[in-house]
């Protein structure tokens, strides 16, 4: 009896490990099908068709930026899994470039609802891209729901601009304000040594006042006033308006408002900054009129930007001759980092690898960054340098912020080019160093011990910053000023004295630049390549866009990321704003998060507090 029960216990028992090994088995295999299936349709799909007639539909979706970057896995998490939206500008610019001469395209219809933030240059670039477009003699149609300042300088371009009949047009104007905690650290007990050369280096201001000072107020000022009259004189000129008049709706916005009874829509037709109101329905049936029907007759004939794009590179012949565009943008660091920050030894790695590649003619390098770490800096400087020496020309071309370490890797090219709305210069370079001795003497930490010399224990934040010590730091700090003004003197063909006079930290945008001898050219992405290829004499290349190595996982995970993205847009989703009080904590974790990465193995930086508005 026992014999039988072991028996059937023991056949119970095998009966589940063989299901189970099944099931294990099965679900193994189901994995393996699904991720064949995921590759299959992600990286083997057919080409996307080009419907004859059909507008191109520009509907960025987040932020528009020179590189994309993949999220961190706990970001992600952190966020549902959910990834912020990224659109990289150089490949908006090439489907717009490709639809102007398409006879397939018909029109351009621009949607603005998702569009979430974009530096001042970028939105140029794509103006004048679109501007192109329309001298194709091709419509160009705009509508959003409601339109921020960023939204509507990139609709004003088109023949027509539509507004929701609940919408608002809201132009503000620019500020830079920020916060300064000199008062809490004292409270803290905690002391910031600044080291810096130039009135204007006003980053470490933050640390060492309460306000913003008088050099700084000026130089800003200056840079938001030309800002500001680029924007507005384009709005008006887009909009057959008088700059006055773009500025008394923005001044006097309560008084617009109130004439029209309060209507924002209503306001903004008033003032002719929009051409039409009309609700989503009417605005599908009046493209349903202007382009036609597309194959189901339910919605206009159209073909998304991205799906576009890799419809036109697919047909596109393969040549032989490459210009590498490598894209610094971010915060300049020491060592090696994959995509998202400018790292010293990652860069001159791509560089070397541009320099070494036969296929490759020329190098344009991308600027879009405020700057950081000195030494990383002048290394990228030096592998351009050796580029050029090597017979390939270099161009550099600035986007949206080359500025402080950012100029100081353009000086490296044969030729810089600025956008008029970049923002660059700020030459000049600083160091920081925090003594946090007096917080812990309030604790009841006493900090002791022995050295071998005063030198040894001197930059240890625990204790005071020794006298001798502080004074090295400032003459390694002018030390570094006169290598940077020395290095820009020689790539510009100017007097030290002369770049003297318009660096010390001061910011300059790009059309002041170029007048300042600081830029050679002003103009875009486009108008940089062009010239590359000029100095490189070629007139059939193929662009390619080295990057930071990814893992498949990294680069798998980034495919997919993207595809969740078109599905979310297909959705309708809208992150929506983020709230002041959530926006101000944001700016405060992302600045704590950009101290920490500064690793600048002498604690010297170049960096600008400077962002494009």
């Not at 009309?278 to 189901?296: C, F, K």
């Not at 992405?525 to 062009?530: F, I, P, S, V, W």
């Not at 969740?564 to 983020?578: C, N, S, T």
Request: proline residues 4%; charged residues 25%; glycine residues 8%.
């Amino acid at each position: 009896m026992i014999r039988k029960l072991y028996r059937f216990v023991l056949g119970v028992l095998r009966f589940i490990g063989r299901s189970i090994g099944f099931f294990a088995r099965g679900m193994i295999y189901l994995l393996v099908a699904l991720m064949f299936g995921v590759f299959v349709a992600i990286f083997m799909h057919p080409a996307p068709q080009v419907p004859q007639g059909a507008a191109l539909v520009l509907r960025p979706t987040g932020t528009i930026v020179e590189q994309a970057v993949l999220d961190e896995p706990f970001a992600l998490l952190r966020a549902g899994g959910v990834s912020a939206g990224r659109v990289v500008l150089s490949e908006q610019l090439e489907a717009i470039r490709a639809a102007a001469g398409d006879e397939r395209i018909a029109a351009l219809v621009i949607e603005t609802d998702r569009l979430q933030g974009a530096g001042l240059s970028k939105l140029s670039e794509l103006r004048e891209a679109i501007a192109a477009f329309k001298a194709s003699g091709k419509p160009v149609l705009a509508r959003g729901d409601h339109y921020d300042q960023a939204q509507y300088y990139l609709a004003t371009v088109a023949d027509e601009v539509h507004l929701a009949p609940d919408g608002f047009v809201l132009i503000r104007g620019l500020a830079r304000y920020g916060m300064y905690f000199k008062d809490a650290l004292d409270r803290l007990g905690i002391k910031v040594r600044v080291f810096r050369v130039g009135e204007y280096k006003s980053f470490a201001e933050p640390f060492t006042r309460n306000d913003m000072s008088e050099e700084d107020r000026a130089s800003s000022r200056d840079l938001l006033e030309g800002l500001w009259t680029q924007l507005r004189d384009a709005v008006a000129s887009s909009r057959k308006l008088t700059p006055d008049a773009v500025d008394a709706y923005v001044n006097g916005y309560r008084d617009v408002l109130a004439a029209a009874s309060g209507d924002a829509a209503q306001a903004a037709l008033d003032a002719r900054l929009v051409d039409r109101l009309s609700t989503r329905d009417q605005w599908r049936a009046l493209l349903m009129e202007r382009v036609g029907r597309d194959s189901a007759g339910k919605d206009f004939r159209q073909i998304e930007a991205d799906a576009y794009l890799e419809a036109v590179r697919r047909a596109r012949p393969a040549v032989s001759d490459r210009i590498a565009v490598i894209v610094a943008q971010g915060t300049i660091i020491d060592g090696e980092e994959p995509a998202g920050v400018v790292a010293g030894d990652t860069y001159a790695r791509l560089i070397r690898e541009a320099r070494e590649d036969d296929a490759v003619k020329a190098v344009l390098l991308r600027i879009d960054s405020p700057g950081g770490s000195a030494f990383a800096s002048e290394l990228i400087r030096r592998e351009l340098e050796l580029t050029r020496q090597a017979g390939k020309p270099v161009v550099a071309s600035m986007s949206s912020v080359a500025a402080s370490g950012g100029y100081w890797i353009a000086a490296g090219a044969d030729e810089i080019w600025a956008a008029p709305a970049t923002l660059t210069g700020s030459i000049g370079i600083f160091a920081l160093f925090p003594e946090i001795d007096e917080p812990l003497k309030r604790l009841g930490i006493s900090v002791d011990g022995v050295a071998t010399s005063p030198l040894a224990a001197s930059f240890d934040p625990r204790r005071p910053l020794d006298p001798a010590a502080a004074e090295a730091m400032q003459l390694g700090i002018e030390h570094g000023y006169r290598r940077f003004l020395d290095t820009v003197a020689k790539s510009r063909r100017m007097s030290v004295a002369d770049v003297d006079k318009v660096a010390r930290g001061r910011v300059w945008t790009g059309q002041a630049a170029a007048g300042l001898g600081l830029v050679d050219q002003v103009g875009g992405l486009d108008a940089a390549l062009a010239a590359t290829a000029r100095r490189a004499g070629l007139s059939d290349y193929e662009v390619v866009w080295p990057e930071a190595i990814e893992s498949i996982e990294q680069r798998l995970m980034r495919r997919l990321i993207g595809l969740a993205g078109k599905v979310e847009a297909l959705q309708g989703f809208d992150q929506g704003a983020a709230s002041p009080l959530g926006a101000t904590l944001a700016d405060m974790q992302r600045g704590a998060r950009e101290l920490t990465r500064w690793n600048d193995p002498q604690h010297r930086y170049v960096h600008c507090l400077c962002e494009s508005p």
